[in-house]
């Protein structure tokens, strides 16, 4: 098995409310330190090892559907023989 490991977040240039929300509670906890919180997503993918294009195979799943090119940006590890 390959375990694949994909981070989804917003583009910089996209207002992200859910990350100013987070970083507004914090502030009132007494975190005073924060420079910025931004929001995204963990996506954790098993996949069957057929020795083929599993990057390129990543790359189009992230493209075509879990992230959205116009606003989020996607980061990917993949990780060889996860149990």
């Known amino acids: 098995m390959i375990r694949v490991k994909v981070l989804v977040t917003l583009k910089p240039t996209i ?25 995204g997503k963990y996506i954790d993918i098993m996949l069957r090892d057929d020795g083929e294009g599993v ?3 990543v790359r189009e ?13 996607f980061s990917y590890e993949i ?3 996860a149990k």
Do not use: T
């Open 15 to 39: 207002l992200d409310a859910q990350g100013q929300v987070i970083q507004n509670a914090l502030a009132a906890l007494g975190y005073d330190n924060l420079e910025r919180v931004r929001m």
């Open 55 to 57: 990057d390129q195979q």
């Open 61 to 73: 799943m992230c493209e075509r559907l879990l992230a959205n090119p116009v606003m989020e940006d």
């Open 79 to 81: 990780v060889e023989d």
